[in-house]
Structures are given as structure tokens and as C-alpha cells.
């Protein structure tokens, strides 16, 4: 049976009020609905001018870009959220932390952390066309990674359009502080293992990322083309989680060790409301 769009049908939404809407569900601690769920015409370029959108937005406000992110460049993350497709968000400086400190997971709405290998870059990198090789070739170093995912639905339920409009469900990182010259790693087997409570968790290696980072990185390239964006010299690019997510709040230290980039550990707090 038909139902009636209510008014805050996204039927009725602008790009730009989508993007607010968004913004405002992260500020907030606030779960959505899925847009597509609403609004089935939703596609794929739309969400990319709502994360294009979204991001002007921060900029105004003070944040700096920082680089990319990708998501969903690795079989166990593309069946976990049913959506077999990669896509490309933005980080700015706001998302990054420092190396050992904690996390409120009070500032999150239902926080995950997944291990990831990011790469700074020496060049820029412009699609459309980029090849694996010609990406390897704009990355000056590589480190280790851990990104905090936060997605603004519930659940963690989204289509592509969905995930792409909420920025890929970027929340928090933190870089190893180990940064290797990417000519002395070999980028597609570097591995990983996520231990808590005297237990593993998982073990990947990097080859799980689209068989190779440098693949995860051309095609961020390629995808920004399509609306005209590139990456730049100094950026950081987090090219997509090595295994599934692991839920903040389940464990108060989780360790993400990397072998030769080194050793990330996330501890939660518990935030008082005095703080
Ligand atoms: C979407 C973001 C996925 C990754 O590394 O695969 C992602 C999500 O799982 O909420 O960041
Ligand atoms: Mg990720």
C-alpha cells in the first residue's frame, strides 16, 4: 500500500539539507533511518554530491581536509554490510587522533574500530585511468592505521547511497607512528592481528584490500575524477579496513599489531558528565 511521504520525507530534501541532515545526526549522537529506505531514487551520484556537500560544510566550519578514506574494499567488510561495492569518503583533521590516547566512545554512536593500511602521498594523484603501479608510485610512506567507524544509521544499516551520503561512516583515525618508505614494504602482504582480552581476534593481511592498497588508492582516484576532485601531495589515504570491525565497547583495550609498521592500541573511556 502506498503511504503518504511525511514531511520530513528526503523526497523533500535538497543535496545540501540531506548534507545537514547528516551533520547534524553525527553532532547530535542522533541514529537515522536509511535515505534509501524513504527516498529509492537515491543514487550514487546524488550521495556523492551529499559527502561533497557535507564536506564544504566542515570546511566552513574550520576543519582542514586531511585526505580519503575508502570503504568497503575487502570481502569480509562488503558481505558483513551486504553492500559488495568500494566507495570513497574524506577525512579531515578533526577525525584524526593521537597516537595513545583513548577514546570516549560516549562521542559515538555505536563506534567499531577496523585495522587499515593508510599511505601519505609524495604526489598527487589525478584520475580518471590510474593504475595500481602509477598509485604506488605517488606514495611516499606507508603506516599502520586504525579507523573508527561511526555510521549514522541504525544499526549500521545502508544501502551504498546511504553510506556514501554519510561519508562512509568515517568517525575517528589514528596513524601508526612507524611510517616506512613504501619502496621498502611489500605493500599487498602486510599483515595484521587484532588481540583483546588475552584472545585473537583476527588476522588478515593486506592483500585482503582489493588484493593490493595500491588498487584500494587508484581507485580513490578514479572515483574522485568522475566529480572533478584528486588527491594531493601530503594527503593521507586510509585504503580500507583488512577485516571486519570490531565494536569499541565490547573491550576496554583492543591491539592492532602490524608487524614491522608497529602496534596501535585503542583503550576506551568512559566519559563523565563532569568532564
Ligand atoms: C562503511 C565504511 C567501511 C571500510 O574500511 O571498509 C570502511 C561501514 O562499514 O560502516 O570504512
Ligand atoms: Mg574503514
Redesign the pocket.
Same mark, same amino acid.
Given at each position: 500500500m502506498p503511504t503518504e511521504p511525511d514531511s520530513e520525507a528526503p523526497e523533500s530534501l535538497s543535496v545540501a539539507e540531506l548534507a545537514d541532515l547528516l551533520l547534524a545526526a553525527e553532532a547530535e549522537g542522533r541514529e537515522l533511518t536509511p535515505l534509501t529506505d524513504r527516498w529509492a531514487g537515491l543514487d550514487l551520484a546524488t550521495a556523492y554530491a551529499v559527502q561533497d556537500a557535507a564536506l564544504d560544510r566542515r570546511l566552513q566550519r574550520g576543519e582542514r581536509l586531511s585526505g580519503a578514506? *575508502?570503504? *568497503?574494499?575487502?570481502v569480509a567488510?562488503q558481505r558483513?554490510?551486504k553492500?559488495d561495492e568500494p566507495?570513497v569518503a574524506w577525512l579531515t583533521d578533526r577525525m584524526a587522533r593521537p597516537a595513545g590516547r583513548g577514546v570516549a566512545a560516549t562521542e559515538f554512536i555505536h563506534p567499531?574500530v577496523?585495522p587499515?593500511i593508510a599511505v601519505l602521498l609524495a604526489q598527487p594523484l589525478r584520475g580518471p585511468d590510474v593504475t595500481a603501479e602509477e598509485a604506488r608510485a605517488a606514495i611516499g610512506s606507508v603506516m599502520a592505521a586504525v579507523?573508527l567507524?561511526d555510521?549514522r544509521y541504525q544499526d549500521?544499516r545502508?544501502r551504498a547511497p546511504d553510506?556514501v551520503a554519510d561519508n562512509?561512516?568515517?568517525g575517528a583515525y589514528w596513524l601508526g607512528e612507524r611510517r616506512l618508505p613504501v619502496a621498502e614494504v611489500d605493500l599487498a602482504r602486510l599483515p595484521v592481528a587484532i588481540r583483546a582480552g588475552g584472545r585473537t581476534l583476527a588476522t588478515a593481511t593486506s592483500e585482503a584490500v582489493l588484493g593490493d592498497p595500491a588498487e584500494a588508492l587508484a581507485l580513490a582516484a578514479n572515483v574522485l575524477a568522475a566529480r572533478g576532485r584528486h588527491l594531493s601531495a601530503g594527503q593521507v589515504v586510509?585504503t580500507?579496513?583488512m577485516t571486519d570491525?570490531v565494536p569499541l565497547t565490547e573491550h576496554p583495550q583492543i591491539e592492532f599489531d602490524f608487524g614491522e609498521l608497529g602496534l596501535i592500541s585503542i583503550e576506551s573511556e568512559v566519559r563523565h558528565a563532569a568532564d
Amino acid at each position: 500500500m502506498p503511504t503518504e511521504p511525511d514531511s520530513e520525507a528526503p523526497e523533500s530534501l535538497s543535496v545540501a539539507e540531506l548534507a545537514d541532515l547528516l551533520l547534524a545526526a553525527e553532532a547530535e549522537g542522533r541514529e537515522l533511518t536509511p535515505l534509501t529506505d524513504r527516498w529509492a531514487g537515491l543514487d550514487l551520484a546524488t550521495a556523492y554530491a551529499v559527502q561533497d556537500a557535507a564536506l564544504d560544510r566542515r570546511l566552513q566550519r574550520g576543519e582542514r581536509l586531511s585526505g580519503a578514506k *575508502l570503504g *568497503l574494499t575487502s570481502v569480509a567488510k562488503q558481505r558483513t554490510m551486504k553492500v559488495d561495492e568500494p566507495v570513497v569518503a574524506w577525512l579531515t583533521d578533526r577525525m584524526a587522533r593521537p597516537a595513545g590516547r583513548g577514546v570516549a566512545a560516549t562521542e559515538f554512536i555505536h563506534p567499531r574500530v577496523e585495522p587499515e593500511i593508510a599511505v601519505l602521498l609524495a604526489q598527487p594523484l589525478r584520475g580518471p585511468d590510474v593504475t595500481a603501479e602509477e598509485a604506488r608510485a605517488a606514495i611516499g610512506s606507508v603506516m599502520a592505521a586504525v579507523e573508527l567507524i561511526d555510521s549514522r544509521y541504525q544499526d549500521f544499516r545502508f544501502r551504498a547511497p546511504d553510506v556514501v551520503a554519510d561519508n562512509a561512516s568515517a568517525g575517528a583515525y589514528w596513524l601508526g607512528e612507524r611510517r616506512l618508505p613504501v619502496a621498502e614494504v611489500d605493500l599487498a602482504r602486510l599483515p595484521v592481528a587484532i588481540r583483546a582480552g588475552g584472545r585473537t581476534l583476527a588476522t588478515a593481511t593486506s592483500e585482503a584490500v582489493l588484493g593490493d592498497p595500491a588498487e584500494a588508492l587508484a581507485l580513490a582516484a578514479n572515483v574522485l575524477a568522475a566529480r572533478g576532485r584528486h588527491l594531493s601531495a601530503g594527503q593521507v589515504v586510509l585504503t580500507g579496513a583488512m577485516t571486519d570491525a570490531v565494536p569499541l565497547t565490547e573491550h576496554p583495550q583492543i591491539e592492532f599489531d602490524f608487524g614491522e609498521l608497529g602496534l596501535i592500541s585503542i583503550e576506551s573511556e568512559v566519559r563523565h558528565a563532569a568532564d
